[in-house]
């Protein structure tokens, strides 16, 4: 059926999205390109929410993710780079034990992912999830909704509070 | 498209944040590795729960309301970090992490 051809199609895209910003991210030398690979990345699995039924969602990574996150740390590395940042070496000489580590990750999962029998559930049209998401938010996770109120108010008190010069100081 | 396919995508995103948060030296690509985690764990949240819990008139959304507070804690993290990454800029002149060893005594 041509639908779902498409939906391949569509998802083979957003696939190689994500896998080539992230190789992209952990691997570059320069810290600039990594960020921007990681906005590739953030784009691709906010694709995949989309495709899964989530369009709340989609709109919130794309909003927060990569209109607020990603835009901040370009920021810090436009403000912490200095030009003879590109001559040094960005990684330390751990790659053996680190790639064993991710390997180590990797390999059980992808065993345990592709020997595991997932019921064959049809997924149904798209419905408002707006609306059921808020309902949740302020039902069944009413506390974790007003701790994370009390979380966000912290990160940004917080945030001030670090990024703040001491009065007389000269920089 | 299959949800052991967007599994194994969540999976190789999982131990490629777990690679670079362990071989950079760079403070930022750290802290873009840990986004790199984040966001494999936010795509098994809304797989599992578009796959397991198929969409009915009365089955909720956890799955995604879960990912929405990994997405608000992962901004929270994100902004105390960078906050924290431009001090340490400021006082030490420096964001590679083998420079960062005040309290080491």
Request: hydrophobic share 60%; aromatic share 10%; with cysteine.
């Amino acid at each position: 059926m041509w639908i779902n051809k498409l939906e391949a199609f569509f998802f083979l895209i957003l696939a190689c999205l994500c896998i080539v910003g992230s190789f992209g991210a952990v691997l570059l030398k320069n810290v600039m390109h990594c960020a921007l690979l990681l906005g590739c990345t953030l784009f691709g699995v906010a694709g995949m929410f989309l495709m899964l039924g989530g369009d709340f969602l989609f709109a919130v990574q794309v909003a927060v993710y990569v209109g607020g996150i990603l835009i901040l740390m370009l920021f810090v590395v436009m403000l912490t780079h200095r030009l003879y940042d590109r001559t040094l070496s960005q990684t330390n000489d751990r790659y053996g034990p680190a790639g064993i580590l991710a390997a180590m990750i990797l390999l059980p999962l992808c065993v345990a992912i592709s020997k595991a029998e997932f019921g064959e559930v049809a997924r149904a049209d798209a419905q408002e999830t707006v609306v059921k998401i808020g309902k949740l938010l302020l039902t069944t996770y009413v506390v974790p909704f007003e701790v994370a109120s009390l979380l966000l108010l912290g990160a940004m008190v917080g945030a001030i509070l670090f990024t703040k010069r001491d009065p007389g100081q000269e920089d | 498209m299959s949800l052991s396919l967007i599994l194994m995508v969540g999976a190789l995103m999982f131990s490629l944040g777990i690679y670079g948060a362990l071989t950079r030296r760079n403070v930022l690509g750290i802290l873009i590795s840990l986004e790199l985690m984040f966001n494999a764990a936010m795509l098994n949240f809304v797989a599992f729960n578009a796959y397991e819990l198929p969409h009915e008139s009365l089955s909720p959304l956890h799955g995604q309301v879960f990912a929405l507070f990994i997405i608000l804690v992962a901004a929270a993290e994100a902004v105390v970090g960078l906050a924290l990454v431009l001090a340490i800029y400021r006082n030490l002149k420096s964001v590679y992490v083998e420079k960062l060893t005040l309290l080491k005594w």
